[in-house]
């Protein structure tokens, strides 16, 4: 099943913006509830193509890296933008019988089956038109590929100045913020301002997809090859452009 996708999409004039904005670079991009509102960052050249991305995590309030504002939101994999993602969101232990859950709770997967949901449905993040996808009109998850492809491009960890840390791809070309993580099994928050957690669009087995995850401890950056989807982590969305 595909949604249908609607956006509102405006040109204005614009001041810089905190990653990278070339002056008059905009295009505001208004998620279908008219909660927030994100930019365009400038092209990207990577291996797997030009990638487009917003200036922000979903949910964040600013693209200052510097900021807590900046983390956003954390989804479990393939859900819905329904409340869940909030870091305010109750927990529950009921399993979802289907893709759109009766509540705005973060499942606990109390029986670690790596999902949120009964049946594992793998067509819910997929693409842009994607059943569950939360990203606004004609954006979708990077896929994994696409992740590694930004790494590529060489990456560092640096501090925020305010004790936490962020990651800078291709010389400042992309400012990811490390926003923890919320566990799959308690519903618990771990490591916020320490380490990044950011979903792909991909399947990869039973109740796991791709991800990228980064540790500030380390000061490395590992691309995984799967996480449970029960867990919530970040999602950063993107395009690519077309020629």
């Known amino acids: 099943m595909k949604k249908f ?8 004039n614009t001041a810089l913006y905190s990653q990278n904005y070339d002056a008059g670079f905009s295009k505001p991009i208004i998620t279908e509830n008219g909660t927030f509102t994100y930019y365009e960052l400038p092209p990207i050249q990577t291996s797997e193509g030009v990638l487009i991305f917003l200036d922000r995590n979903l949910g964040a309030l600013s693209n200052d890296i510097t900021s807590s504002d900046s983390w956003g939101d954390l989804y479990q994999w393939g859900r819905a933008t329904d409340g869940h993602e909030k870091r305010l969101s109750d927990t529950t232990n009921t399993i979802a019988l289907t893709y759109r859950p009766a509540n705005n709770e973060f499942i606990v997967d109390s029986s670690r089956a ?18 569950n996808n939360p990203c606004p009109c004609g954006y979708r998850l990077p896929t994994e590929k696409e992740w590694r492809a930004v790494a590529d491009l060489g990456y560092e960890i640096k501090p925020t100045g305010t004790g936490a840390y962020y990651i800078s791809f291709g010389k400042g070309q992309l400012d990811l913020p490390c926003a923890g993580l919320r566990n799959a099994f308690t519903g618990n928050f771990q490591y916020q301002g320490m380490r990044g957690y950011y979903w792909a669009g991909d399947v990869m087995s039973k109740g796991m997809s791709g991800c990228m995850d980064f540790n500030k401890a380390e ?11 029960a867990f919530g982590r970040s999602v950063r969305c993107v395009k690519k452009k077309d020629f």
């Open 114 to 131: 790596n999902d949120w949901i009964v049946r594992p449905d793998d067509d819910l993040w997929n693409d842009s038109l994607s059943t």
């Open 5 to 12: 996708c609607f956006a509102v999409l405006m040109l204005i």
């Open 219 to 229: 000061i490395t950056t590992n691309v995984t090859v799967y996480g449970f989807r």
